[in-house]
């Protein structure tokens, strides 16, 4: 059983929903007020960096700001619509809590989309903590001194690893079970549906 304090992070984007379809459409939107193509088979191989990172890859720095203010005002109209839990997650949270350990949520995403789409699926966690990547979430994880962090992109490994957290990839997003691994993943899950059981064994 989990000490009750312990904390188990868990990114967001592709670990606990599948926010593809939303994530596509407000960059479509944003190409589409531009005129700027952007290659959605790009923007979903890096699924997981933040905006700006994403944009620039499509558009000169000085307007990578206006271009984000336009994603922004499509992305909260999108979200609800088309986005949803993705399998055992809602198991995988209530595994952690049942152990009497915190749920935290560490994305990259802005902040307020992050509790916006935990609101729209119904998800409920304990603290959110938005707009980190990398090497921040290695940050956020390490003030935590969080037991554990779950994602679907290797930077979420490499973070993990560098706080001293139990790596668990799960293989739900751009990369494969292979990448995670290489980046430090202890396990990697195919689905959230396997975390109880592989949550037990570290933790029981």
């Known amino acids: 059983m989990t000490d ?7 990114d967001l984007d592709m670990t606990l929903v599948d926010s593809r379809a939303a994530i596509m459409a ?6 589409a007020e531009t005129g700027v193509t952007i290659d959605p088979v790009g923007v979903d191989s890096r699924l997981g960096i933040k905006l700006e990172d994403e944009l620039a890859h499509w558009f000169p720095a000085g307007e990578i700001v206006p271009a984000m203010a336009i994603y922004r005002r499509h992305y ?30 560490i994305s ?13 699926v119904g998800l409920a966690v ?6 980190v990547h990398g090497p921040e979430k290695a940050v956020v994880l390490t003030a935590l001194a969080a037991d554990a962090y779950v994602g679907d992109p290797p930077a ?4 993990a690893v560098a706080a001293a957290a139990w790596p668990v990839g799960v293989a739900t997003g751009s990369f494969s079970g ?3 691994r290489a980046a430090g993943a202890a396990v990697v899950l ?3 549906a396997q975390f109880p059981d592989r949550y037990a064994r570290r933790f029981s």
Do not use: C, N, W
């Open 4 to 10: 009750r304090g312990a904390v188990i992070g868990f």
């Open 26 to 31: 407000s960059f479509a939107a944003v190409a």
């Open 76 to 105: 909260p109209l999108l979200s609800g619509p088309l986005t949803s839990v993705l399998p055992g997650a809602r198991e995988a949270l209530a595994t952690v809590r049942a152990a009497g350990a915190r749920v935290v949520v």
């Open 108 to 120: 990259a995403k802005f902040e307020p989309a992050v509790r916006q789409v935990l609101d729209d």
């Open 126 to 131: 304990d603290e959110v903590f938005g707009g």
């Open 156 to 159: 979420d490994m490499a973070a």
């Open 178 to 180: 292979a990448d995670l």
């Open 190 to 192: 195919a689905s959230l």
